[in-house]
């Protein structure tokens, strides 16, 4: 009997890939929680039934979601993420040679422990020296710090849940005080195609703050659409212009990858040109 699983993208759409075992399903304090063999992208960490990470494609969201900041900011020293409990981003922020030190606030612990257990070639930094790992909601911790970060993550699940707060603008003013005088935020914000209101939510919150806000791009197989988008705030530098040819091996992320992924097609020029 052949084994699918199944992530409802839209009501009317769902993407399946064939799998081989299920290692752990649970429901944790905060959501439920599964990681599946899968044939085509090896293992895949799913919250809520939404494909978070996979072993084959996992470099593309967690290379961009760190380099553009990282390589635009002057001294990106003091890196804050938010979410981001499977450590993916952790991993590209702490081998970031301008990076002093990476914070990292989650919410569940119960993520962390699925990383640690079953990708440990995500979960491979929690424990470096420059690495903080904080089990704690991420919108009270911002809340509470002040001028402390470079560069601010928000690597978070989709505004569902404990999430929600993420993409609000109230959250966005905390961030913007939890930022240095030269800091940036870099957020996901979903899939042009089928979250065009999370995208606008995100944009204009975070460009009614900011003094420059872009949207970029990049191609992530697993997920909803296969085109993704980050939206980046910054106090001072533009983060289109890169400031450390830093030569970290990446497998997506390239000077040039950075200075197109801000190249948009005109139906996302026209998603952000509704709200501004
Ligand atoms: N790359 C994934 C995506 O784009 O959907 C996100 C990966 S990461 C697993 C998302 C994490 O955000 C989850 O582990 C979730 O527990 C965490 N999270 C959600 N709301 C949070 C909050 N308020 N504070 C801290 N972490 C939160």
């Known amino acids: 009997m052949e084994l ?3 992530e409802y993208q839209t009501p009317a759409l769902g993407f399946a890939c064939k799998a081989r075992e299920t290692l752990r399903t649970e429901q944790t304090d905060y959501q439920h929680l599964s990681v599946v063999v899968t044939e085509q992208f090896g293992k895949m960490l799913l919250l809520d039934g939404m494909v ?12 961009m979601i760190t380099m553009v900041a990282l390589n635009s900011h002057p001294h990106p020293k003091n890196v804050l993420i938010i979410g981001g409990g499977d450590g993916g981003a952790l991993r590209e922020v702490v081998r970031h040679p301008g990076v002093e030190k990476a914070t990292l606030v989650e919410i569940d612990e119960r993520v962390v422990k699925a990383s640690r257990d079953f990708f ?3 979960s491979c930094s929690f424990d470096e020296t420059k690495a903080q790992l904080i089990i704690a909601d991420g919108v009270k911790y911002v809340s509470e710090h002040k001028n402390s970060f470079d560069i601010i993550i ?3 699940t989709e505004p569902v849940g404990p999430a929600v707060e993420l993409f609000s603008k109230s959250f966005y003013q905390n961030v913007y005080e939890c930022l240095n005088d030269e800091g940036m935020l870099v957020v996901q914000s979903e899939s042009p195609f089928f ?3 999370v995208i606008k939510m995100a944009y204009n919150g975070i460009n ?3 003094l420059l806000t872009r949207l970029y791009l990049a191609n992530i ?6 085109l993704w988008s980050f939206t980046i ?4 530098h533009n983060p289109e212009e890169i400031k450390h040819e830093c030569n970290l091996p990446c497998k997506y992320y390239t000077p040039e990858i950075h200075q197109a992924a801000f190249k948009l097609p005109a139906f996302v020029q026209t998603i952000i040109a509704a709200g501004e």
């Open 120 to 122: 440990p070639e995500l």
């Open 52 to 63: 978070m990470t996979t072993e084959k494609d996992e470099y593309v969201y967690h290379e």
């Open 154 to 156: 928000v690597d978070s």
């Open 195 to 197: 979250n065009q209101d």
């Open 233 to 236: 705030g910054s106090k001072v």
């Open 208 to 210: 009614d703050i900011f």
């Open 221 to 226: 197989p697993t997920y909803p659409s296969g």
């Open 4 to 6: 699918w699983v199944t």
